[in-house]
């Protein structure tokens, strides 16, 4: 897939798997409730972008998805994953990136 890098130049990404490692939860609890799963990986909408994880931590933010303590829930089951560092994969329509980094 071709996308445009930070300066307008045709850029083209690795392939994309079709599916991901990701840490989910199907109900609330401790840390016991965390599953690994394999599934499939997300593509970008409009505005949104797709980041090739490199690195990823457990904040807190996810502790209290997790938990149930965290405002703004969302549906079960949840991905977690708030911080992540990477780069980007795929972009969405209407995605601009900035002029200058």
Known sequence: ????????????????????????????????????????TPRPGPGQVLIRVATAGVNMADVGQR???YPNLGELPLTLGYEVAGTVALVGEGVRFPQSL
């Open 1 to 40: 897939m071709q996308y445009p890098d930070p300066n307008g130049n045709p850029h083209t990404s690795p392939a994309i798997p079709e599916t991901m490692r990701a840490v989910r939860v199907h109900q609330r609890g401790g840390p016991d409730v965390l599953q690994l799963e394999e599934i499939p």
């Open 67 to 69: 938990s149930g303590q």
